[in-house]
């Protein structure tokens, strides 16, 4: 290297870090962005004009009638709710069930199998779960249950606890595997059987991680829009069985966004929907954080 | 003296039951995945064939192939993989080599979480908001793509950083020691042996970006457009396009009378282009796991 | 002794982990060509003080140190370009590290980021390296194999031939001894013993009989502070200046 070259030496190296950590903070860049965008969109309906009381009250949601606009929303969050609650009632035994098998009573072979199943069923995208909910699971219900409409809350619930079980296994087994050997070893020498150990050492110890664990998929729930937009119906109304249509949060802006004008009030309060969506992921993210970072303090 | 008591007995078999519970629980969870793959392939296997992907949706679409959805899921994967990729990577290698314990380094690993987890319909409403509008691209396969590549970015990132992270930290004081710079010591060993995670990653980007439905829908999808059949240039950056993902919610929910089998088979094919790009990254994984230079 | 020129100059060195102090102000002074020995057992900061004055110490978080460490009369923090520092300076690791690549690819490492780029160069390097690490024999026939695949004594020497190919001005080895063989340590004392001619040795050990046997002059360092700098003759004779001193060189503890 020539002297001259040798001095720039320094120099250059001080770029290519600043470029690197631009890179690095790009991640908090977007995030705010996404806020920043999605409620530049409904901003000057939200601060002139929508109602938030009769927003987060009222069932009557017509955003389209033609002599008596009225944004209530209960409906849809009631919607949203009962559909991710219902799944991940589902998902939650199943889904601990499974990361605590996989994790302490399965044979090591079958162990990277199953791993590998589970990750797979991970990748399925939400509008193929929610033609298998539009489709299979449609018949199985109407048959099994003698529904007259097999696309209710009950279908995008199942649908939803299988896309979230995923989430479930591998962040629950992660957190069981964190838990150290000398844990199961001792309660294994005091005379525990293995289900002893598990219920009553493992579990307790690994209890940040798995409610980890579970609040993303709750996440997932609330979050998904496709699959629930194909399998729960259309009904906006708030649901007295788990058989009866539902709509969520999400499946509302999915279907609606289109045929709204831009820019009109209709558009305006989808984006505001959009706001509350990413807001209550947001807080389930930070929580899930802290609650892990809890780990950390021990 | 250790003969089996009854207490042991029924400890014993409690633990048998719970055992079978827990297998029991695992394989609902598995079967499923098998049985519907099945169910489709039987339900889709009048109309699989070659024509299928290589022909247009015809009459309304209610016959003919998914030429025009296949061709543009894969721009759609092309441009998103371009952009998230280098900016994936150079932030995995910040947050990997250069951060430090911090709350910065906190804020930001908590972005990418968050990041991950935004719903797919505001990641919509984000490339509407920002893309579409704001800088006035218009509806477009950029502008889908560009959605599409930041909300893929966290794979990338994950992947790459946990690939970083396995590199032995005494390879990288050895090139500081005969004064390597850290990006030298970064680009000519740290990166070529993390190569396998790294395109782990790539491919994990690539079958999310192929079957996402809702953040291409209003940035850049069209329910149809007209293309010619076997022309891979088709489509521009400026255009519309029709995507796999969206045609196959057109199909089953807004088209009427569209025949069983060809829903069916267009689920077949995204749901196979999705798990063959996910097996090959879990073959890749352990197949390189095998190949390390150290 | 004012006017003989120095190599390195350390003054009143404290070096802080977060807030555990390692070194507690240090001051010592390395001749040029000297084998300058450092012996003290573990956790004595031997490794700080070797890492401070090549500037790789500032890649762990949480350190940081205060006075001066002066390299050819140049405070080593303030520096142009710290990469060249570096170079000047060879660094061999307690634990044996071959680069993931090729023997050759190894030694050419550093050549090749400061700008060789004829092969034939490259080549000549390569193999005065090898040479003088003692090594060339041993891997002549399998230069394009992995340096990863070498025996611990062979890495070691793979390493001193990494250093000596930024040709340094200042060699140190920080226990290079403790995970090889003794048949390869033998052979890297005798290397070393070769090197001095061409360039001044730092040797930080816990081998008191390795210093006795190399050093010319040997420092103690114990839980941070100097206790005895001499000639080795006068450190391992039966009247050092320290009582200290004397008790760890005869092994009565450490």
Known sequence: MTSSRRHLEPLKEWLIERFIWLCGVSAIFFVFAIFVFVFREGAEYFFNGFKAGEFFSSIEWYPTSRTHVRYGALALITGTFSVSFL????????????????????????KEGLKIVIELLAAIPSVVWGFI????????????????????????????????VPIIVSIGED????????????????????????????????????????????????????????????????PRGVLEPVRTLTATIAAELGEAPVHSEHYQVLFIIGIL??????VINITADLIVRGIGKK | ??????????????????????????????????????????????????????????HGMRAGGIWAPLLGTIYLVLISLLIATPVGIFAAIYLNEYSRESWMTRVINLAVVNLAGVPSIVHALFGLGAFVLFAGIGRSILAASLTLAIMTLPVIIASTKESLAAVPHSFREACWNVGATRWQTIRHVVLPN?????????????????????PVMFTGAVFFKAIQTGDPFAYGLLDQCMALSMHLFTISTQVPDVPEALTYGTAVVLLGVVLLFNALAIFLRVKLRGKKKW | ?????????????????????ALKGISFTIFPNEIFGIIGPAQSGKTSLLRAINRTLEFTPGTRYSGSITVDGQEVGKVRNVYELRRKIGMVAPLPVGLPMTIYDNVAFAPRMGGMRQKGEIDATVEQCLRQAALWDEVKDRLHTLGTNLSGGQQQRLTIARALSHQPEILCLDEFSIAIDPVSTMRIEEVLKTLRQQMTIILVTNLVQQARRLADRTMFLFEGKIIEVDRSEVIFSNKPAQQKTYDYVNGIFG
């Open chain 1, 175 to 238: 957190a069981l595997k964190a838990v150290p050997d000398s844990y199961r070893e001792a309660a294994l020498a005091l005379g525990c059987t293995r289900w002893q150990m598990v219920f009553r050492v493992l579990l307790p110890a690994a209890r940040n991680g798995l409610l980890a664990a579970v609040l993303l998929g709750i996440g997932r729930a609330v979050g998904e829009t496709m699959a629930v937009l194909m399998a729960t119906g259309h009904s906006i109304r708030i």
């Open chain 1, 277 to 282: 969506l990413f807001t209550i992921t947001f």
């Open chain 2, 194 to 214: 993390s190569i396998s995670g790294i395109l782990t990653g790539v491919i994990l980007q690539v079958s999310r970006a192929a079957g996402e439905t809702a």
């Open chain 2, 1 to 58: 003296m250790f003969e089996a008591t009854d207490q042991t007995r029924r400890k014993q078999r409690q633990e048998k039951a719970i055992q079978y519970l827990l297998t029991a629980m695992t394989t609902i969870i598995v079967l499923p995945l098998l049985l519907i793959i099945f169910y489709l392939l039987y339900k889709a296997a009048p109309i699989l064939s070659l024509e299928f992907l290589f022909e247009n949706p015809i």
């Open chain 1, 133 to 164: 909910g539009l489709t299979i699971m449609n018949s199985l219900i109407v048959q099994l249950f003698n529904a007259p409409l097999g696309l209710n809350m009950l279908n995008g619930a199942i649908i939803l606890a299988l896309m979230s």
């Open chain 3, 1 to 21: 002794m004012v006017d003989q020129p120095v190599k390195i100059e350390v003054r009143d060195l404290h070096l802080f982990y977060r807030q555990h102090e």
């Open chain 1, 87 to 110: 799944s991940m009632f589902i998902a939650v035994p199943f889904g601990l069930g499974a990361a605590v098998f996989i994790s302490e009573f399965c044979p090591p072979r079958l």
